[in-house]
């Protein structure tokens, strides 16, 4: 039996918004704007690294994001985006 402890750890799961110096960092718990343990995709519009990786994140398909499902985000870095940026111009 898991106590209400483990879940509120789970709902803590902290992932880095970017990897530049003044990062700020983004938690389900912050997403999860009505609270029930899960991030929809409105409230998941907020972040756009979230919103684009959707789809692979989404592993049941119920059109949310639990905490499992959470802890497989891993944003980008900008210098992971500025060699995107520079491939497409090339």
Known sequence: ML???AF???DQITKPATTEPQS????LAQLDKNHDGK????E???DQELTEEWDELDKDKD???DVTEFSMFEPRSKVEYDEEEQ????
């Open 63 to 65: 059109c949310s994001i």
């Open 24 to 27: 700020q960092q983004v938690t």
């Open 3 to 5: 106590s209400s402890a």
């Open 44 to 46: 998941a519009a907020g």
């Open 39 to 42: 991030i929809s995709k409105d």
């Open 8 to 10: 509120a750890a789970d």
């Open 87 to 90: 491939e497409r111009d090339h």
